[in-house]
């Protein structure tokens, strides 16, 4: 099956800093999706993206596809402390998700 | 979108019983995941649940170790059987919300804590 590699998987940053996290795949996925879980929460779909070098924006979050579509990376600008979770990205196989093992965000005040 | 809730929220159970968790969806639908995930881990797909079918098992897990049921487009059971203390874990259902052919995101159910000792 799909495998999807995601780094880091952890990081503690500063409130007002920025944040990425990446999603590598070894084959040409057809879409890939990110969710959001928060602490104690289960996972939250964000969005999903499907075309090449693809790019979407839902206020400080910043998330793209790769050209070649196996890598896509999440972006959060200028962190909040409601940014606390673990971020998921999820490749789309036939009619399943491999989930990616997590990036864990912390954020303090 | 779908609302989805489970049953028990959470549960302590022995070594060698089994239990059965309930996923009950707000409306009807076509495909119900199982998933399982540990402290701190990400999501592993246990299976998914057809109905009208036997469910599909994804390699690592069997239907003797976690039969599932689906009678209807809204109900799914998922079945931890003969448990070891290595099955205390989330377990959560999720279902797939179609739009059309590029949107199938994934809604989750609040899931279920399991803990045997």
């Known amino acids: 099956g799909q495998q999807v590699m995601q780094i880091p998987q952890y990081q503690h940053v500063q409130e007002g800093e920025d944040f990425t996290t990446y999603c590598n795949s070894s084959t040409t996925l057809s879409n890939i999706q990110w969710y959001k879980q928060r602490p104690g929460g289960h996972p939250v779909f964000l969005i999903q993206l499907v075309k090449s070098g693809e790019v979407k924006k839902q206020k400080r979050l910043t998330f793209q596809f790769g050209e070649a579509k196996k890598n896509s990376s999440l972006h959060i600008t200028a962190t909040q402390t409601t940014d606390v979770g673990t971020y998921f990205c999820a490749a789309q196989g036939y009619s399943t998700l491999t989930f990616g093992k997590g990036t864990m965000l912390l954020v303090s005040p | 979108s779908a609302v989805i809730s489970q049953k028990p929220s959470r549960d302590i159970c022995q070594r060698g019983t089994s239990l059965t968790i309930q996923c009950q969806v707000d409306?009807?639908?076509?495909?119900m995941f199982w998933y399982r995930q540990q402290p701190g881990q990400s999501l592993t797909l246990i299976a998914t649940a057809n109905q009208g079918s036997e469910a599909t098992y994804e390699s690592g897990f069997v239907i003797d170790k976690f039969p599932i049921s689906r009678p209807n487009l809204t109900f799914s059971t998922l079945t931890v059987s003969n448990m070891s203390p290595e099955d205390s874990s989330i377990y959560l259902c999720?279902?797939?919300?179609?739009?059309?052919?590029?949107?199938?995101?994934?809604?989750f159910g609040p899931g279920t804590r399991l803990t045997v000792l």
């Open positions: 999720s279902v797939e919300a179609y739009r059309g052919s590029s949107y199938n995101e994934q809604f």
């Open positions: 409306s009807q639908v076509t495909m």
